[in-house]
């Protein structure tokens, strides 16, 4: 009866048995299948941590899987470091971790499995090399600036939109994901999500998600994100700086200073643009 009882399990099985002449009811079916000993599970090497949600913004534990049969192997309360120290120190012989990038996560793995290499996931992979690959196009945006306009272009061109790029007419980028950021904010706002809440979930600052979370309209957001100021004409300059590791904001102003920015040095800390804005 075990083969028919893992097959079908209960009235299917009960039906097919019948057929064969052996009369048998789907509840004892249905007990044969949970008498039966649990297989032998082969010996966990690879590992998979990552974190869900049973409510999401509020409430997160941590799914352990094993990565060579992809089957999960347990459950965490929480996605702190605690639990998952004691459940690696319970569990040795795990030769690779493969985890998110949150670091409770990677200073437990190196406390309870000091053996095992540790390794990103293939989403976490794209992730990080979207971000790069945003930062990197952002640094290096001046380089698709086109040439200057004739003369007579100029003339009779009108005052453009500081919302819009000059070359393709499209939103800025930067006004894009303030609009989008707001939207998002605004909805898990009207969902009764608090501001930290908010603020893990998309990423942002505390601060940064209260002002989204306060303002009326986008405009005056956006408007903010397009400001100009007299470090413009450098800031491609000062991005490629932060981005070789110079992040001495006082040594960025002395080189753009010696360069021909006008005016004096008047704060120990000058409004240096984000290196990835």
């Known amino acids: 009866m ?41 010996a966990l090497r690879v590992l998979g941590v990552d974190d869900f949600a049973t409510r999401r913004g509020r409430r997160y534990g941590t799914v352990l899987v094993d ?29 690779m971790i493969c985890r998110d990038r949150a670091g409770a996560y990677a200073e437990a793995a190196s406390a309870g499995a000091p053996q095992a290499r540790q390794v990103a996931d293939a989403w976490h992979l794209w992730d990080n090399l979207a971000h790069t690959v945003e930062r990197t196009v952002i640094a290096h945006r001046s380089c698709l600036t086109p040439p200057p306009p ?32 707001y939207r998002a904010v605004q909805d898990l706002l009207a969902q009764g999500w608090t501001i930290s809440a908010i603020g893990r979930e998309l990423g942002l600052a505390r601060h940064t998600a209260r002002r989204y979370a306060r303002c009326e309209s986008p405009e005056a957001l956006a408007d903010r994100a397009i400001r100009t100021t007299r470090l413009d004409a450098w800031r491609p300059y000062l991005i490629g700086r932060w981005n070789q590791g110079c992040t001495n904001a006082s040594a960025l102003f002395r080189e753009i200073q010696a360069q021909g920015l006008p005016g004096p040095h008047t704060a120990s800390r000058p409004p240096l643009p984000a290196p990835t804005a």
């Open 2 to 42: 075990q083969p028919i009882a893992l097959a079908l399990a209960g009235r299917a099985g009960a039906r097919l048995a019948a057929v064969l002449r052996v009369p048998i009811s789907r509840t004892t079916l249905l007990n044969v299948v949970m008498a039966m000993p649990d297989p032998p599970r082969p």
């Open 150 to 181: 004739e003369p007579s272009e100029l003339a009779s061109a009108k005052a453009p939109d500081p919302a819009l790029t000059p070359d393709t007419g499209a939103e800025k980028w930067l006004v894009t994901r303030t609009r989008e950021r």
């Open 67 to 95: 990565l060579d049969s992809h089957r999960v192997v347990d459950l965490l309360p929480g996605r702190e470091k605690a639990p998952l120290v004691a459940w690696l120190a319970d569990h040795p012989g795990i030769e």
